[in-house]
């Protein structure tokens, strides 16, 4: 193990965050995003051959971008400077870029207004410097035209729960595999996340006095899954993803929407995404949103879709807004399940052997004499078109 490591998360200067002392110091090391650092990619081709030019990464938290950017610059050998636009000025920025052989990551690109933005491009376009933007929101909404003409874009995933748990950090900090995993599937594909849980864990641990440190040994520590559930009760937090206790929030969270009620459904979803499940939190809001309302208010799915969409974008804990706002407007829609009936309906048909054959006139055959119904007065003509067995039976009600 790393000693400095070690060190720096349980000596008595223990300053940085666990996820920014264990940060990756090259692409190899980098989980997930392998459609970008993968061998033969652009990126991995810039690390490789040290030359850079204006990019801009866009996707949730935690998935890497920060990361990769200070690994080109590294790799080019270009001095590194980290700005987010959320707490700086013009000024600061343009005192960034007027330094040669300059990598300026600006975070949060989002926050800058469109003059704000403008004023980077003279600089871009000269190569005084080389920028690299990242935002979690999509950069054709929320980026100046000219300056994104000016990069090059690459949108980051989250992470699969597999691509968090391949880390060697869970072997490095000995924790069980069932906890690995646990943490993993509640990450919300957010490595910084699934980071903080473990360091989280580490600190409970070593103020207990179970962390007994030695210079000369591997760390003692073994994470378990009840170590997990304690620090799961403590925060009103259930881990166990594969217990009745998650189904039950789950069965809660769906029956609460199709009953219109909203506080009900507020409640249980924030119970999942507190436990840091955003993958079945979501999945429930956009079934119930087609399921039980669907064509009763097309708009709402279309709603549920946007607002799932934004979720994983952002990530946890933001990710909680959106669905919150997805969660009311499904409880207080007007319900009608008429898409679900009717589709279970016809597969149960299906399943019943039925329908085997499809009306000639409606067959890819030449000259099978299908009527097109815009040829006829009022768009519509009377034929066929179930089976022969089929005939007369309604499966839309």
């Given at each position: 193990?790393?000693?400095?490591?070690?060190?720096?998360?349980?000596?008595?200067?223990?300053?940085?965050?666990?996820?920014?002392?264990?940060?990756?110091?090259?692409?190899?090391?980098?989980?997930?995003?392998?459609?970008?650092?993968?061998?033969?990619?652009?990126?991995?081709?810039?690390?490789?051959?040290?030359?850079?030019?204006?990019?801009?990464?866009?996707?949730?938290?935690?998935?890497?971008?920060?990361?990769?950017?200070?690994?080109?610059?590294?790799?080019?050998?270009?001095?590194?400077?980290?700005?987010?636009?959320?707490?700086?000025?013009?000024?600061?920025?343009?005192?960034?870029?007027?330094?040669?052989?300059?990598?300026?990551?600006?975070?949060?690109?989002?926050?800058?207004?469109?003059?704000?933005?403008?004023?980077?491009?003279?600089?871009?376009?000269?190569?005084?410097?080389?920028?690299?933007?990242?935002?979690?929101?999509?950069?054709?909404?929320?980026?100046?035209?000219?300056?994104?003409?000016?990069?090059?874009?690459?949108?980051?995933?989250?992470?699969?729960?597999?691509?968090?748990?391949?880390?060697?950090?869970?072997?490095?900090?000995?924790?069980?595999?069932?906890?690995?995993?646990a943490i993993a599937e509640h990450s919300g594909g957010d490595m910084r996340r699934a980071l903080n849980t473990l360091e989280l864990l580490l600190s409970t641990k070593e103020l207990s006095g179970e962390q007994k440190e030695d210079s000369d040994e591997p760390l003692a520590t073994c994470i378990t899954m009840q170590d997990l559930q304690r620090l799961g009760q403590a925060q009103g937090i259930n881990y166990d993803k594969s217990g009745d206790d998650h189904f039950n929030l789950m069965s809660a969270l769906q029956k609460s929407?199709?009953?219109?009620?909203?506080?009900?459904?507020?409640?249980?979803?924030?119970?999942?995404?507190?436990?840091?499940?955003?993958?079945?939190?979501?999945?429930?809001?956009?079934?119930?949103?087609?399921?039980?309302?669907?064509?009763?208010?097309?708009?709402?799915?279309?709603?549920?879709?946007?607002?799932?969409?934004?979720?994983?974008?952002?990530?946890?804990?933001?990710?909680?807004?959106?669905?919150?706002?997805?969660?009311?407007?499904?409880?207080?829609?007007?319900?009608?399940?008429?898409?679900?009936?009717?589709?279970?309906?016809?597969?149960?048909?299906?399943?019943?052997?039925?329908?085997?054959?499809?009306?000639?006139?409606?067959?890819?055959?030449?000259?099978?004499?299908?009527?097109?119904?815009?040829?006829?007065?009022?768009?519509?003509?009377?034929?066929?078109?179930?089976?022969?067995?089929?005939?007369?039976?309604?499966?839309?009600?």
């Amino acid at each position: 193990m790393d000693t400095r490591r070690r060190d720096s998360l349980f000596g008595a200067a223990y300053e940085q965050p666990l996820a920014e002392v264990l940060r990756p110091h090259t692409l190899s090391e980098v989980q997930g995003q392998k459609h970008l650092i993968g061998p033969g990619t652009p990126l991995r081709r810039m690390a490789e051959g040290g030359k850079l030019r204006s990019l801009i990464f866009y996707g949730p938290p935690g998935c890497g971008k920060t990361t990769v950017a200070r690994i080109l610059a590294e790799n080019a050998g270009l001095r590194y400077v980290h700005v987010n636009a959320t707490d700086t000025s013009t000024k600061e920025i343009q005192e960034a870029l007027s330094g040669g052989g300059t990598v300026l990551y600006l975070d949060e690109i989002q926050y800058l207004n469109k003059k704000q933005q403008q004023t980077l491009l003279s600089s871009v376009e000269a190569g005084a410097c080389v920028l690299i933007a990242a935002t979690t929101e999509n950069p054709f909404h929320y980026i100046y035209p000219a300056l994104l003409s000016r990069c090059a874009a690459f949108e980051f995933k989250p992470l699969t729960a597999a691509e968090i748990r391949e880390s060697p950090v869970w072997a490095q900090y000995r924790v069980s595999p069932d906890a690995a995993e646990a943490i993993a599937e509640h990450s919300g594909g957010d490595m910084r996340r699934a980071l903080n849980t473990l360091e989280l864990l580490l600190s409970t641990k070593e103020l207990s006095g179970e962390q007994k440190e030695d210079s000369d040994e591997p760390l003692a520590t073994c994470i378990t899954m009840q170590d997990l559930q304690r620090l799961g009760q403590a925060q009103g937090i259930n881990y166990d993803k594969s217990g009745d206790d998650h189904f039950n929030l789950m069965s809660a969270l769906q029956k609460s929407l199709r009953g219109s009620d909203a506080d009900a459904a507020v409640f249980y979803l924030a119970k999942l995404l507190e436990a840091g499940d955003l993958i079945s939190a979501a999945r429930r809001l956009l079934v119930c949103a087609y399921e039980d309302v669907g064509i009763a208010s097309p708009q709402v799915p279309i709603f549920v879709t946007a607002a799932v969409e934004a979720a994983e974008r952002v990530g946890l804990p933001e990710a909680r807004i959106p669905l919150a706002d997805a969660a009311i407007l499904v409880a207080r829609a007007p319900k009608l399940n008429t898409g679900d009936a009717a589709i279970s309906a016809a597969a149960e048909a299906i399943r019943a052997g039925k329908g085997q054959t499809v009306p000639r006139h409606i067959t890819n055959v030449p000259n099978s004499g299908y009527k097109y119904p815009h040829d006829y007065p009022g768009h519509w003509v009377a034929q066929q078109y179930l089976p022969d067995d089929l005939l007369g039976v309604k499966f839309v009600e």
